[in-house]
T-cell receptor, first 113, second 110 residues
Framework: DTGVSQNPRHKITKRGQNVTFRCDPISEHNRLYWYRQTLGQGPEFLTYFQNEAQLEKSRLLSDRFSAERPKGSFSTLEIQRTEQGDSAMYLC???????????FGQGTRLTVV | RKEVEQDPGPFNVPEGATVAFNCTYSNSASQSFFWYRQDCRKEPKLLMSVYSSGNEDGRFTAQLNRASQYISLLIRDSKLSDSATYLCVVNERSQGNLIFGKGTKLSVKP
């Protein structure tokens, strides 16, 4: 399968714990995006990378959130000291160029209890 | 004002009906436009890009009106399998992020 891959698919964690998600984009896609989606809402932009450079972060992204793409390939999204409000689907997408469509992974569903 | 606005629906239509969705965007600098489809608890998938001259893909037709800053999607001869949420997506030339609307839910009934 050469699509966008996300791991894990599901994560249940206790409030206050740290979690890390991984995204493997489509090979040779230099743009990688992270979104968060809650029930009944469209995906909300969190951050994106061009190669290894993080070019933009949403104001929604608190200091507890950090993302990396160290070698311009896979990316990780870490949430520290999770809160119940962090429960959501975290979606990763990649695209080959600016202003082109993005392709999504299946997402990581986070539940904070 | 929200950057991308859509009527949330739901739109409940019988099989074979024609249904149209509209979407408005606030930033006149927006350059790229897309419609995505999202099934329940699945990831969004690209349905079609929207070009300035309008474009058609089978039963689906997309239109862009830059002057009024809106995008439309027309679905003809609706099928049960068209039931999903349709997301309007906008991208600015100078920025990298794709901005999503909240989506319009379509339910096609037999």
């Amino acid at each position: 399968d050469t699509g966008v891959s996300q791991n894990p698919r599901h994560k249940i964690t206790k409030r206050g714990q740290n979690v890390t998600f991984r995204c493997d984009p489509i090979s040779e896609h230099n743009r990688l995006y992270w979104y968060r989606q809650t029930l009944g809402q469209g995906p909300e932009f969190l951050t994106y990378f061009q190669n290894e450079a993080q070019l933009e972060k949403s104001r929604l992204l608190s200091d507890r959130f950090s993302a990396e793409r160290p070698k311009g390939s896979f990316s990780t999204l870490e949430i520290q000291r999770t809160e119940q409000g962090d429960s959501a689907m975290y979606l990763c997408a990649s695209s080959p160029y600016l202003n082109t469509e993005a392709f999504f992974g299946q997402g990581t569903r986070l539940t904070v209890v | 004002r929200k950057e991308v606005e859509q009527d949330p629906g739901p739109f409940n239509v019988p099989e074979g009906a024609t249904v149209a969705f509209n979407c408005t965007y606030s930033n006149s600098a927006s350059q790229s436009f897309f419609w995505y489809r999202q099934d329940c608890r699945k990831e969004p998938k690209l349905l079609m890009s929207v070009y300035s001259s309008g474009n058609e893909d089978g039963r689906f037709t997309a239109q862009l009106n830059r002057a009024s800053q809106y995008i439309s999607l027309l679905i003809r001869d609706s099928k049960l399998s068209d039931s999903a949420t349709y997301l309007c997506v906008v991208n600015e030339r100078s920025q990298g992020n794709l901005i999503f609307g909240k989506g319009t839910k379509l339910s096609v009934k037999p």
